[in-house]
């Protein structure tokens, strides 16, 4: 069934999350810097809906042209510790990237993982609090109704 979401209000929007992480500088050679790879980051929030809107951000070299962005991944806490919860999400630099997660019944978190060539990065992660339902809940409540009306 197609979800029915008000995602053109940005008032359903929320931020949740928001950093910007610089790599640390190695060594200078030949002039310029080298830096420490970045490594992938464990998001210190909570969601509890399962779609969230990822921005990220980096300093883009002259000349170059980079569209991907990392990708982001749902953890879940179970009774055996945290574990990942469906597929790795690809994100796009500089877009919106709504990122829809499998549902579960707990609450998650999610982690980062730049690419290998970011000198840096920033990051926003907005929950979407609108609206979420499908056709099928709408029919159901209509049938709902119209039974309500015959008692």
Do not use: H
Not at 6 to 15: H, T
Not at 32 to 52: G, H, M, Q, S, W
């Amino acid at each position: 069934m197609p979800r029915i979401l008000e995602l053109q209000d940005a008032d359903n929007f929320s931020l949740q999350y928001s950093n910007f992480i610089p790599a640390t500088v190695i060594e200078m050679v030949d002039g310029k810097n080298l830096y420490a790879k970045l490594t992938e980051v464990i998001v210190p929030t909570i969601f509890d809906r399962p779609i969230i809107l990822a921005l990220v951000t980096t300093t883009v070299p002259v000349g170059k042209i980079w569209r991907y962005a990392g990708q982001c991944s749902q953890i879940a806490s179970t009774g055996l510790g945290d574990s990942f919860v469906g597929n790795k999400k690809p994100l796009f630099l500089s877009k919106g990237n709504l990122l829809i997660f499998d549902e579960v019944s707990t609450d998650y978190t999610v982690t980062f993982l730049p690419p290998p060539w970011f000198i840096n990065f920033g990051i926003n992660l907005y929950q979407y609090d609108g609206a979420d339902t499908s056709n099928l809940e709408i029919d159901l409540a209509r049938i709902e109704d119209k039974i309500d009306a015959l008692t």
